[in-house]
């Protein structure tokens, strides 16, 4: 579906593309043919640019308190914004849209195997970027498509539970490591709570509004509203799925939580919301939303996390799964 709704929207801006250079062409001819085409395109990359800026704005509203350590210069800010544009860019007009995947095997598989589950409006296409990460160092990982896009996150359990099944049966292994981006997370979460944690050595989350975010208020379908935090970050509070989430849940499934994330996520407002008690909280700064799965140094640490659990469970196990 998603991949698609994304190609869908390229033939749109094409087709807007396409009207605003016949528009030049005859309103301000002397323009020319290569004037024409360049305004046309810049007027399309202006406005996609315009929503990325428009994300930062509405979460600063809410931003959690940023850490001194953390601040960033006007220079660091630009870096950040157009790193996240080029990420959005990226996903939404290639991989979603034409490089959606279920499952890819490197020739050498060592380590326990990987569940790649995406967020919000997005596919396994997302994970483009992260899947030749993770095939350059041997991890053999799968990818599903959470439907329907705009559902309850609760539907998306049976999908999750299936995939965890397929993906120990094709590999052997009796456990394996969940990654997850944003709403994947929890996803994961409502996964753990009505199936258990005994095929999960590990679960990752990216960005992962675990107490919600301010910015679900303007997205639609009924995950949006299951998603949401209203007010600021001293005051505000989670949404009523949210917080039967958290009273139905072990705190011992916590301790199987890696959430890493981002002080200047433009999507999870207040950032901190992505702070799992319980969890091993690992920060990062100067990295957007969407290219939390895309930056070299966030996939250098799932890889290095993944590894780790992996020896973790060959020691405890006396199975061999790393090479």
């Given at each position: 579906m998603?991949?698609?709704?994304?190609?869908?929207?390229?033939?749109?801006?094409?087709?807007?593309?396409?009207?605003?250079?016949?528009?030049?062409?005859?309103?301000?001819?002397?323009?020319?043919?290569?004037?024409?085409?360049?305004?046309s395109v810049?007027?399309?990359?202006?406005?996609?640019?315009?929503?990325?800026?428009?994300?930062?704005?509405?979460?600063?509203?809410?931003?959690?308190?940023?850490?001194?350590?953390?601040?960033?210069?006007?220079?660091e800010l630009l870096r950040l914004f157009l790193h996240e544009f080029a990420a959005t860019m990226f996903t939404s007009s290639w991989t979603m849209a034409f490089r959606a995947f279920s499952r890819r095997v490197p020739e050498r598989p060592q380590g326990l195997p990987v569940l790649l589950i995406h967020g919000y409006g997005c596919n396994s296409g997302y994970w483009d970027s992260m899947s030749k990460a993770l095939l350059k160092t041997g991890i053999t990982h799968h990818a599903i498509d959470l439907e329907p896009v705009i559902g309850s996150i609760d539907a998306y359990t049976k999908q999750i539970h299936e995939a965890v099944e397929a993906l120990c049966r094709e590999t052997g292994h009796g456990k394996l490591i969940v990654v997850a981006h944003s709403m994947g997370g929890l996803a994961t979460r409502a996964y753990?709570?009505?199936?258990?944690?005994?095929?999960?050595?590990?679960?990752?989350?990216?960005?992962?509004?675990?107490?919600?975010?301010?910015?679900?208020?303007?997205?639609?379908?009924?995950?949006?509203?299951q998603m949401?935090?209203?007010?600021?970050?001293?005051?505000?509070?989670?949404?009523?799925?949210?917080?039967?989430?958290?009273?139905e849940e072990s705190k011992d499934t916590y301790r199987l939580f890696v959430s890493i994330y981002s002080h200047h996520d433009n999507i999870i407002s207040p950032q901190t919301s992505s702070w799992l008690d319980g969890a091993k909280n690992i920060e990062f700064h100067a990295i957007g939303h969407v290219a939390l799965g895309l930056h070299p140094l966030i996939q250098a640490e799932v890889i290095q996390q993944v590894r780790a659990v992996s020896r973790e469970v060959e020691a405890s196990s006396g199975k061999r799964v790393l090479a």
């Open positions: 998603v991949a698609r709704i994304t190609r869908l929207l390229l033939v749109v801006q094409f087709i807007a593309g396409i009207a605003i250079y016949a528009a030049l062409i005859r309103w301000w001819p002397q323009l020319g043919i290569p004037g024409a085409i360049t305004f810049s007027t399309i990359v202006l406005v996609r640019m315009a929503i990325t800026a428009n994300n930062f704005v509405l979460a600063s509203r809410t931003r959690s308190k940023l850490p001194a350590h953390y601040e960033i210069g006007t220079r753990l709570r009505g199936h258990g944690s005994a095929r999960i050595a590990k679960a990752i989350t990216l960005g992962t509004p675990h107490r919600g975010t301010a910015l679900a208020h303007f997205g639609v379908g009924i995950n949006t509203h949401r935090w209203t007010a600021v970050e001293e005051e505000g509070i989670a949404s009523d799925w949210l917080l039967q989430l958290a009273a």
